[in-house]
């Protein structure tokens, strides 16, 4: 089966590569595109005990080349349909030399990705729609991406936090399966999307995430208005469907307003924003619980050196991480997609408030409109103490980028997809 797989993406690759046809011929035209992906993270967590995230470093690489079909409806509206293969490696993931096995190549294809979208230009603005498996850089929430293909124009002060998706868990669960739409005009920004996440089996739970992000400008004066809200439901499965309503729901809902502006060479994004979280374990029959709080969120930035800060006050965003299913197997990321350490006092003092502070200074250099480099420090603070800090790197390669020579290059700041 693996062999015959790989030979039919050979196959789609080849056609796309050398079947282009002539100008004219048909209206139905191939297109083809590979995002290149490096990331380097080396957590240092041990002067908390590791309370909140293990310390250990992360050294990965992923490729997904895609071709597919272009159908142009008229001149303001095309259709598409993808396909190809998510190809990604743990550095050093080998098997110890006293096992026979070793590391197949072929355990490097870690999923098929396939998707229809269609695209729409209006004089209003575009929409966008995808069904399907496809990359999550597509979403704000889902990738906290700001500009990749020239889709969003957002700071990275605007962005959601990583409360709503940790950046490891964005560059290890890099694809959507679901729904996306995307609604952008000069003003404003809209999404909403579906995440199928867990399919119902045995030992499995049915799994999904719906969310949705937008903004308003206010006039031509940087400021704006926005919200991003995520649910996660996280049902029954095979194994558990006895037990009546073994269901968990964990909801983030963060409206804000924004401050985004340049000032001689100096861009600023200033971000003030409510947090409120709605959490229930049919379970344990705890009713909803409430968990709130305030965040402000900084970033400044001169010739691509910054400092990104989010600061955030109030009760624990994840009240049963550290809680397990009636099977015994723990929540944690099962049930949580952002950064652990939003727990703040942990489930058991939940509903006692608290500070987190996280504060990145990094540097980032865009290399022509298709490559981009990125290096930071990442440092982590609770109430009075320090946490431990992390070193990143990351590289993004995408050639759609580089051949596309139709897309309007940008002469502003962009910011990229950064997996870190």
Known sequence: MKKFTLIAISLIFVVAAYGQ???GQSPVKFVYDVDFQYYLDNCEYAVSNDSYDISQTLNSARLTPLAGLRLDQSNSVSHYIHGGIDIMRNFGEHTASIDDNG??????????????????????GRLQGRAGIFPKRYSVIGSRAAILKDEFSLSEAELPPTLFISRENRFYDNNMEGLLMNISTRKSYFEAGLDWIGKYGYGRRETFRAFTYGNVGLG????????ASAYLHYANSEKTDAVEDNVVDNTI????????D??????LGLKLSYVQGFNQD???DTGYNLSYGGMLTTDLSFNGIGILNDAYYG??????????DVIGQPYAGNLYCGSPFYKINGSEKWNNSGFYDRLEAYWQKNFGRFLALRTGLVFHFSDNHYDGWQQQLTLIFNLERAINKQQKQRVERRYFEFSL
């Open 220 to 227: 031509e004066s940087g400021f704006k208005i926005g919200w």
């Open 262 to 267: 340049r000032i001689g060479n100096i861009d």
């Open 315 to 324: 009760m624990s965003q994840m009240p049963y991480y550290d809680l397990s």
């Open 282 to 284: 049919r379970f344990r």
């Open 21 to 23: 046809p002539r100008r």
């Open 103 to 124: 590391l197949e190549n072929s355990d490097l294809f870690r999923e098929i990705v396939f998707w229809y979208a269609m695209d729409a230009r209006f004089d209003w």
């Open 253 to 260: 809902f963060t409206p804000y307003v924004a401050y985004v």
